[in-house]
């Protein structure tokens, strides 16, 4: 009998956990993602904290939003190139660039802020700055290199 149980209870265990919805059955999200980018190939979801994230590509570039369980528009994310920077963004960009390497550009809307994350890298440390389109640098985080 004892055996029977536990083999009940790993049944409905594991039943639970496969009929559980994934992150990309959240109707509201979906919904909301397939409108605002329509077109876009091989979406892939997750989830962090209470919102839901899904990573994509739109026109060969690789993108990620994030959305509310209701289906509102959080943030918005993709790769950049200097050249797709606003002017005064590329000129501070270039002025990073003669203290350290440009490792990546994120282009980043969240909460309706536009900026840029830019991350560089040199001999002795990695450092992280928010770029905005006027090309104000802020720095987020230095991580000193072993």
């Known amino acids: 009998m004892k055996k029977m149980f536990v083999l009940f209870a790993a049944v409905v265990i594991a039943a639970s956990t496969w009929a559980s919805p994934s ?56 790769s950049v190139k200097p050249a797709q920077m606003t002017y005064l963004a590329a000129k501070k960009l270039e002025e990073l660039s003669t203290k350290a390497r440009i490792a990546t550009i994120e282009e980043i809307t969240k909460d309706g802020v536009f900026y840029y994350l830019v991350k560089t890298e040199n001999k002795k440390a990695k450092i992280t700055y928010s770029l905005s389109g006027s090309g104000e640098a802020v720095k987020l985080e230095k991580k000193k290199k072993r």
């Open 23 to 78: 992150p990309a059955e959240n109707a509201k999200a979906t919904a909301a993602f397939e409108k605002e980018f329509a077109g876009a190939i091989d979406p892939q979801w997750t989830s962090f904290e209470d919102l839901y994230v899904v990573t994509f590509k739109l026109n060969n570039e690789k993108m990620r939003a994030w959305y509310s369980e209701k289906g509102e528009f959080k943030g918005f994310q993709r």
